[in-house]
């Protein structure tokens, strides 16, 4: 696998891809939830934003664990870095005073090509409100295919678009509240779409919100799915 990833916690990867394109999902490299909901950090922060040197930043929702203004600025401040993500994320990277020339908006149901990468948006089912866009997230760099659920709750619907999918890596949220799927439903998923890699997220960051792993790789074996398995802070 040439592909080098990083886990930046939770649903936050850094992936380097063809042509040295990095992309970076969902990073969340700050205290902020902590100050605006009171859920202590648990897992340290790995990189400041300032120092992270990414071309492409996606975020799959508007949430602070994975759009945050604290960690969104400061790599707006010191990079080049195009931001991505559905419209409610646009929203709010305009409310802070940021330039949309350096937004893409990426809704559900939209493929978008950059830097030679193939960008699409399928559904995830996260929460309500203007929560509602949430989207989950299939790359293709020509080499390989990555499928990054965003945070989803196991659905007919995310089920019936994804089914058959056979990327190279699959990452998928194990937490089983708030809006995801538990372990056993994250197995499922891998089971329908059949990766060759699968990498359970959104765990470890939070007292209040979070899984132990084994349970998901426990819950593979038991519905006889046998590919591989990556923990994410073993990437």
């Given at each position: 696998m040439d592909i080098v990833m990083q886990w930046l916690g939770q649903a936050g990867f850094v992936l380097n891809l063809a042509d040295g394109v990095k992309v970076c999902i969902d990073p969340y490299l700050s205290h902020s939830v902590e100050s605006a909901e009171g859920l202590h950090r648990l897992m340290p922060i790995n990189t400041m934003p300032e120092q992270l040197d990414c071309d492409i930043i996606i975020s799959t929702h508007d949430h602070l664990d994975h759009f945050d203004p604290?960690?969104?600025?400061?790599?707006?401040?010191?990079?080049?870095?195009?931001?991505?993500?559905?419209?409610?994320?646009?929203?709010?990277?305009?409310?802070?005073?940021?330039?949309?020339?350096?937004?893409?908006?990426?809704?559900?149901?939209?493929?978008?090509?950059?830097?030679?990468?193939?960008?699409?948006?399928?559904?995830?089912?996260?929460?309500?409100?203007?929560?509602?866009?949430?989207?989950?997230?299939?790359?293709?760099?020509?080499?390989?295919?990555?499928?990054?659920?965003?945070?989803?709750?196991?659905?007919?619907?995310?089920?019936?678009?994804?089914?058959?999918?056979?990327?190279?890596?699959?990452?998928?949220?194990?937490n089983g509240r708030w809006g995801n799927m538990t372990a056993q439903e994250a197995a499922q998923l891998v089971s329908a779409v059949q990766p060759k890699i699968a990498v359970p997220m959104h765990y470890g960051m939070f007292a209040e919100n979070t899984a132990d792993p084994q349970e998901f790789i426990d819950a593979c074996a038991g519905i006889g799915w046998h590919g591989t398995i990556i923990l994410p802070h073993m990437l």
């Amino acid at each position: 696998m040439d592909i080098v990833m990083q886990w930046l916690g939770q649903a936050g990867f850094v992936l380097n891809l063809a042509d040295g394109v990095k992309v970076c999902i969902d990073p969340y490299l700050s205290h902020s939830v902590e100050s605006a909901e009171g859920l202590h950090r648990l897992m340290p922060i790995n990189t400041m934003p300032e120092q992270l040197d990414c071309d492409i930043i996606i975020s799959t929702h508007d949430h602070l664990d994975h759009f945050d203004p604290d960690t969104i600025i400061p790599i707006y401040n010191e990079s080049d870095a195009i931001f991505m993500g559905p419209s409610s994320c646009l929203e709010h990277y305009k409310a802070l005073g940021l330039s949309p020339d350096r937004f893409h908006v990426l809704d559900r149901g939209q493929q978008k090509t950059l830097m030679g990468l193939s960008l699409k948006a399928v559904t995830a089912e996260h929460t309500s409100g203007k929560y509602s866009d949430a989207i989950g997230l299939v790359i293709d760099d020509g080499t390989y295919v990555i499928y990054h659920t965003g945070d989803s709750e196991y659905t007919e619907e995310v089920v019936h678009e994804v089914t058959g999918l056979r990327p190279d890596i699959m990452f998928v949220p194990i937490n089983g509240r708030w809006g995801n799927m538990t372990a056993q439903e994250a197995a499922q998923l891998v089971s329908a779409v059949q990766p060759k890699i699968a990498v359970p997220m959104h765990y470890g960051m939070f007292a209040e919100n979070t899984a132990d792993p084994q349970e998901f790789i426990d819950a593979c074996a038991g519905i006889g799915w046998h590919g591989t398995i990556i923990l994410p802070h073993m990437l």
